[in-house]
């Protein structure tokens, strides 16, 4: 999952990216906070999900957005 998504940013802004991270706090529901750098901007993430799947692939999904 997340490197599908790192390749469909990295071909939708033309550029690879500096950082990715990505972090879970393991509590009830699941929440991943997520980080993503290319060249001088950066783009937060956070998604709260009972199914740690769905959680990553909508938090990766809002940063394929967010990136212009």
Do not use: H, M, Q
């Not at 999952?1 to 393991?26: C, F, P, Q």
């Not at 060249?39 to 999900?49: L, M």
């Not at 990766?60 to 967010?66: D, M, Q, R, S, V």
């Amino acid at each position: 999952i997340t490197g599908n998504y790192a390749r469909k940013i990295s071909e939708k802004v033309n550029s690879d990216l500096d950082e990715l991270s990505l972090e879970l706090n393991n509590n009830s529901p699941k929440n991943i906070n997520c980080s993503l750098k290319i060249k001088d901007k950066t783009f937060n993430a956070e998604v709260n999900d009972s199914n740690l799947f769905y959680a990553l692939d909508k938090v990766l999904a809002k940063l394929l957005i967010e990136a212009n």
